[in-house]
């Protein structure tokens, strides 16, 4: 079994331990403060990400059970995704 698991937060290739879960990931190595931490318990919704373009909650997400999975946070969205999310 592999001590890391390998996945694209934003299209950055990651190597990261696959006890962790997604949204530690995202906050703490990946700095992406869209994704917030309301309940811990996916019943909120706030930690939502697309992975592989399906909407997630990255609060109950182990980083084990996405390998090889491409994880999209609004941090990693194009310049017109962006402003089309915003309109
Ligand atoms: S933090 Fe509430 S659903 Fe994830």
Do not use: Y
Request: include cysteine.
């Amino acid at each position: 079994m592999n001590s890391f698991c390998k996945v694209w937060i934003n299209g950055k290739e990651m190597e990261v331990d696959p006890e962790r879960k997604l949204l530690d990931v995202l906050r703490n190595d990946c700095k992406c403060k869209s994704v917030k931490d309301g309940c811990s318990e996916g019943a909120c919704g706030t930690c939502t990400v697309l992975i592989d373009g399906k909407a997630v909650k990255a609060c109950v997400q182990k980083m084990g059970r996405l390998e090889g999975k491409r994880i999209l946070t609004v941090e990693g969205f194009s310049q017109w995704e962006k402003e089309v999310s915003h309109s």
